[in-house]
């Protein structure tokens, strides 16, 4: 039988499959819908292996979490799902039902089978949305920047007797807080093999000597000062335009070298002797070192360009449908799709905003952004745990005064933490943008905006056009700056 099942390729529309023992044996296919168990059993772990196959996600993504929210609630009030996204049919058997029954006094939640509608689609009113005629007029081209423009810098010339020296505390002040380091040998158990020794020391950071410290201390400030910034002080601006220190590690660690032993303690200062170097493994005095250049080496980049950034227009038509829930949609005539869907569940505020966006003349055309589809319109950003996230705004519109990106919030939500930090990444990209040439971002400016549930509703009441709503939401740089958030 399992050799009759690898030939199956030979049906090129297999409606049937029979599996002898393969449920639980390795089984790995996710769109298995019905099981008909035809031998009892009387060992549970077949049972739940059985079952376990089959309830491997077809749709794995969330672009359905919707119809899936909404069909578990509907089972759980023990009503008939609407669509079979994600369902799994057993059909009865006693041992089974056995099965069933003590899995529903642990929790669990099922649907009992009902004859229905042969005519029903198994995936409810979902439906497929393409781009309607003309849908040129309606386009968002959204510019990336594939490669920042290519500068030099002039002759780095720098005096460390100018940086300024330690002086929290004295140098004999510091040799008294630290004491000798210990050595640690690893050795191999059974072969009594050893495999050199490792340093065990406090501070800002672990080094094994000081050609090591030097080395991590030189790669401290390159990647703070390379990486990319969005404080838009004159104090940052080489920063972000150049990450020179990638190509001139080797000058800086001559710069640490000489500032550690000639100006750091004002004074003479020779790490090798008495094991001097552990005194900078402490925080007071690596993080001085740190700052010290983290501060001078902005004010040495004087760059020249070299070749101008390299430009990509992303536009959302490059989809060119999308699914959507016929009954959780609206037919949007200034959008480059037929309809734009909102959520089933608490969708309310997208409704609107989209009815809005319909209505309005100072709106000339929008489009929701589909998470699944739009993979090119997610931002980067650092999550509130220090995770790397990605970030899609809710809305592209665009009026006469500019391109907005739209994120639509409950009220209570605005000051998550992690809202918060999405803007701070929007912002930026903003801003970034809108340092192009005109004609390479649609002769518009780019802006942000952060619009809460109830300042809509409060706005939309006393007749606000879309254009005066996206202008009172608008994030500005200088303001989120002035928040201290940017960081």
């Known amino acids: 039988m399992r050799e009759q099942l690898f030939d199956m390729d030979v049906h090129p529309k297999p409606r049937v499959v029979i599996s002898v023992l393969m449920l639980r044996e390795g089984f790995d296919v996710n769109n298995i819908c019905v099981i008909v168990p035809l031998r009892t059993t009387g060992a549970k772990i077949l049972l739940e292996q059985t079952v376990g196959r089959g309830l491997r996600l077809m749709w794995r993504g969330n672009e359905f979490d919707d119809q899936k929210k909404e069909n578990r609630d509907l089972i759980k009030a023990g009503q008939e799902p609407k669509s079979l996204i994600d369902v799994l049919s057993i059909v009865e058997h006693p041992k089974f039902a056995e099965f069933y029954e003590q899995l529903r006094n642990e929790g669990y939640e099922f649907a009992e089978a009902t004859p229905d509608d042969v005519t029903k689609r198994s995936t409810g009113d979902l439906i497929s949305v393409g781009l309607r005629e003309g849908y040129e007029e309606f386009d968002f081209a959204v510019p990336f920047v594939m490669r920042e423009q290519e500068e030099e810098i002039g002759g780095l010339q720098l005096d460390v007797m100018t940086l300024p020296e330690f002086k929290a505390m004295t140098f004999e002040q510091l040799k008294a807080t630290i004491g000798k380091g210990d050595v640690f040998r690893s050795e191999d158990v059974e072969w009594r093999t050893q495999f050199g020794d490792y340093r065990v020391d406090g501070g800002i950071m672990t080094a094994t000597g000081y050609n090591d410290f030097l080395g991590r201390m030189v790669n401290r400030i390159a990647d703070s000062l390379s990486a990319p910034v969005t404080k838009s002080s004159r104090e940052f601006a080489n920063i972000s335009r150049f990450p020179f220190l990638q190509v ?194 649609s002769g518009r400016a780019w802006n942000y905006c952060l619009l809460g549930e109830a300042l809509f509703y409060e706005f939309r009441g006393k007749c606000a056009s879309m254009e005066e709503i996206l202008q009172f939401a608008r994030v500005r740089a200088k303001a989120v700056e002035k928040q201290g958030l940017f960081e």
């Open 248 to 441: 001139n590690k080797p000058q800086l660690s001559a710069w640490v070298d000489e500032f550690i032993r000639r100006q750091l303690f004002a004074r003479e200062f020779d790490p090798f002797t008495d094991e001097n170097w552990r005194l900078l493994c402490l925080d007071p005095v690596a993080t001085h070192i740190i700052q010290t250049f983290g501060r001078k080496l902005p004010e040495l980049a004087e760059t020249e360009t070299t070749a101008p950034p390299e430009i990509v227009q992303r536009r959302l038509s490059e989809v060119a449908a999308i699914r959507v829930r016929e009954s959780s949609s609206i037919v949007t005539p200034k959008c480059i799709y037929e309809r734009l869907p909102y959520p089933s569940r608490n969708g309310g505020f997208e409704q609107a905003f989209i009815e809005k966006a319909n209505a309005d003349s100072t709106a000339e055309a929008f489009c929701k952004v589909n998470e699944q589809r739009h993979l090119f319109m997610r931002l980067r950003y650092v999550r509130e745990n220090g995770l790397p996230g990605f970030y899609f705004p809710d809305f592209l519109v665009r009026t006469k005064t500019g391109i907005w990106l739209t994120e639509t919030k409950a009220q209570d939500q605005l000051i998550h933490a992690d809202v918060i930090r999405k803007k701070i990444a929007a912002v930026a990209w903003c801003e970034r943008v809108n340092e192009l040439p005109p004609e390479e971002r």
